[in-house]
């Protein structure tokens, strides 16, 4: 009887040893439509003086409509209010000096 390598046992045995430490630890990534019931949650956002100001830098009045969603943006990441690329890339001035 042959024996297999050792990396292609541990290949054939990686779906199987995944599984019994998903049954134990949920992760978040296993059903992307559903958190686990005891993942942490935010309840509430305070947001610090001068936030919306920091979040429309570089951006001139009238604000467009398409600008409302900051009103719900609460504390996930949005590459938004966040300086980008320097250079010509830089259309809303985050880099000036």
Known sequence: M??????LLFT?????MAAVA????PIAEAHRSQRPNDAPQI???DR???WFSMALHGVSRPYPNSLRFLENQAN???PFNRP???GRYD???????
């Open 22 to 25: 998903m049954a134990d630890h």
């Open 43 to 45: 309840m509430t956002f």
């Open 2 to 7: 042959k024996r297999l390598p050792k990396g």
């Open 76 to 78: 996930w990441h949005t």
């Open 91 to 97: 259309i809303r001035g985050w880099h000036q000096k």
């Open 84 to 86: 980008g690329m320097p």
């Open 48 to 50: 610090p003086a001068g």
């Open 12 to 16: 054939l045995m990686l779906p199987m």
